[in-house]
Each structure stands twice: as C-alpha cells, then as structure tokens.
C-alpha cells in the first residue's frame, strides 16, 4: 500500500488566524492557548457553546468541535448512542459525537486545506453558524432522550417538526 505523503507548504497562512478574525468580528470570549488551538464561548438559545478550533500543519487541516453545555447520565449512554445514529443521518456537513472524556455531546467536523492557501472567512463561518444550526435543532432531542427518557426515534422526530412563531 503506498504511504500517504503531506505537502504542509502549500496553506499559505495559519487558518487559525482566519478564526480569530471571525471570532473578533463577532465579539465573542476566545482564547488563542497557542498557534495550533483555539478556544471559544458562545451563548446559544438552548445553552453556552463551547467551540474548538485545532489546526494540524502535518496532515493540512483544520479540526472543529461545538461542545453543548451538558452531561449524559451513565445509564442514558446507549440510548443516545442510538440518537448520534439517527441524528447524523440527517446531517450534511459534520456529524455528532460524544466527548469520552467528560461527556457532552458535540459536533464535528473537519476541513482539510491542503492544496488551498487557507480558509477564507466566509468558510470558517459557514462551518460555525452550521454547527450552531444543528446543535440549536437537536439540543431538546438530547433532552429528551436523556432526561425524558423517550425514544431515539421519538426525539429526532420531535426535533425535526419546524415550528412557526413564538409563544
């Protein structure tokens, strides 16, 4: 099989740089830990999103993560194991996972640049109002789940109903 081989010369620019211009622009609380991460906090409808952006000059992308503010109970794990399945198939762009190590339910997903001098703005912004899309969407699916104890299935359909106005 013949090995994979990267050319980390050809993105021009850190696309983290890129982020926290977006971040900046938006006024949100960030935190630039070093050249390769990102943090982020956000307010949501639901709850704080924690956002994370890591770059990988090895491997020419860009990793992100929009955590919920939540924690899955141990004996909910499996049922919203069976909610990640039902969820991500609705999904276009990212999918859902669960942080192993503390627990919340995030989305994910990942840009590879190579080839490109970097992400422009507009790119790095569509990818975080999308992550915020479908966390906003799918945030009282976990509830359900989780607190309510209902179905998987009962929950992404509930989910799913787009309702009009506000009450």
Request: glycine share 6%.
């Amino acid at each position: 099989m013949p090995a994979l081989t990267f050319n980390q010369e050809s993105v021009t620019s850190n696309p983290l740089d890129i982020v926290e211009e977006l971040v900046e622009r938006k006024e949100w609380l960030f935190d630039r830990r070093n050249d390769e991460e990102l943090a982020v906090q956000i307010p949501g409808r639901w709850c704080d999103y924690s956002l994370y952006f890591a770059w990988n000059d090895v491997v020419g992308a860009v990793h992100f993560t929009c955590a919920f503010d939540m924690r899955i109970p141990p004996h909910r794990r499996m049922d919203v194991f069976e909610l990640l399945a039902l969820v991500n198939e609705k999904l276009w762009l990212g999918h859902f996972g669960i942080w192993e190590q503390d627990g919340p339910p995030m989305f994910r997903h990942a840009m590879p640049m190579r080839g490109t001098a970097g992400p422009t703005i507009e790119q790095m912004e569509d990818v975080v109002e999308t992550a915020i899309m479908e966390c906003e969407r799918f945030y009282p699916a976990f509830q359900y789940v989780m607190w309510a104890g209902k179905a998987a299935q009962d929950a992404v359909t509930a989910a799913m109903v787009d309702t009009v106005g506000e009450a």
